[in-house]
Each structure stands twice: as C-alpha cells, then as structure tokens.
C-alpha cells in the first residue's frame, strides 16, 4: 500500500508524459490488476501546467481527473483490492458507477489561483467558471460543483493532486442536451475543460478515440 502510494504521488509530477494516447470513451469490458490504476489515472489527468500558457500558470493551478467509463473500471479494481471487497461486492460497486457514467460525466478537480478564497467554484464570488466544451466550442455548465473540504483517506491516495493548498471538487455534467444530443459524442476526437473568468482562461483537453471498440451496456458486471 505504501509503495503504491508513492507511485501516485510520482505519477502526478509526471502528467505533461502521460495522456499521449487517444483515449477511449466508448463503453466496453476491461481487465486490470490494482496495479493498472496509476497508468489510468495519469492518461485521464491533466494539468494546467501540461500547457505553455506563461502568465495563465501563475493565476491558476489546476488538476483535473476524467471519470471516464475506464477510469471507473480501473478505480473500482483498485479500490476493491485495498479494501479487500467481496466479488460480490466489487461487482456490485462497478455496476454503480458504471451506470452512473452514463448519466453523468464527472471530474475530480484539485485547484488554487492568486487568491485562495477566490478559487472556491461553489462560492458566488468564485473568480472562476467551470465548463465543458466539445469540438464545434458548444458549451455545457455543470449540474453539480460539490466541494470535498475535507477529503478522505480514499481520495489522498488516489488523486494525489490533493494538497493543502488547493481546493477540491467533484463537477458533474450531463451525458446529454436538453435537445437529447450527446453533451460528449461518441465519435468526438477531443474534449475540453475549461475555467475561466477576468483573469484568463485555462483549457484542460483530453484528445479522444473516436474509434475505439464498445460493448453493450451489460459487461458493467464483468471482472
């Protein structure tokens, strides 16, 4: 557990190597060992400091983690095997947010900028809005901005981007428009979020793999 540890908290100096694959956002069934996770966790985070933006660096500092339906998959291995889960249980865990995947698309947002209280997305005052924001630039705000003040033993050890310097959040958009259209389609070749306000703007994209295989919803309770 130890040594694990300390591999997230390497691999989060690490992000500007990691997320240079084309990313799968199509459901589909996996196979991970816990060990798999902090190569996960890595190709769905970005960083603001993964880009040259010079002066934007110094106004915001901002980690972002895709929930996507693979991250789900190698988080719930990870977090079973730590617990010691039942199969049952595990299963019965995976399922869940699986299926929560596909009604909401959600982040793990660690951020800071010039001032501290300003940074806080949940405060009317917040200097920053949060969006996510496809390809052709149509934009989508969140349906929830949840603020961990105090995050748990859990969240420290797998998204190491939790410091005490930062604010941390959990942002949820809709899977779909009010129109019924795909807030992400699926053939989509990249995804942005964006934070912005009077100071800047800062883009976190992730590039995607519109070709990418899929299978039905069922496989949420496979191995």
Do not use: K
Request: hydrophobic content about 40%.
């Amino acid at each position: 557990m130890i040594r694990r540890s300390c591999g997230l908290a390497l691999a989060v100096l690490a992000l500007s190597a990691c997320g240079s694959r084309p990313l799968p956002l199509r459901p589909s069934a996996r196979s991970y060992t816990p060990d798999d996770y902090q190569q996960i966790y890595g190709d769905w985070t970005r960083g603001s400091d993964d880009f040259a933006f010079d002066r934007l660096e110094d106004i915001l500092h901002v980690t972002a983690t895709f929930e996507s339906w693979e991250f789900r998959w190698a988080y719930v291995v990870r977090y079973a095997a730590d617990y010691s889960l039942a199969t049952e249980d595990r299963t019965r865990l995976l399922r869940s947010t699986l299926a929560d995947a596909q009604e909401r698309h959600r982040f793990f947002v660690t951020m800071v900028g010039n001032r501290y209280r300003d940074s806080d997305l949940t405060d009317e005052g917040s200097a920053w809005r949060v969006l996510l924001v496809d390809e052709a630039g149509r934009q989508t705000a969140p349906v929830e901005v949840s603020r961990l003040r105090r995050p748990g033993a859990a969240e420290r050890v797998y998204f190491p981007s939790i410091t005490v310097q930062r604010h941390t959040f959990r942002i949820a958009f809709p899977t779909q428009h009010a129109d019924g259209t795909p807030v992400i389609p699926l053939d989509a070749d990249e995804i942005t979020l964006r934070f912005t306000g009077a100071e800047g703007t800062v883009d976190l994209r992730w590039e995607l793999d519109p070709n990418a295989p899929s299978d039905p919803p069922a496989v949420a309770g496979r191995d």
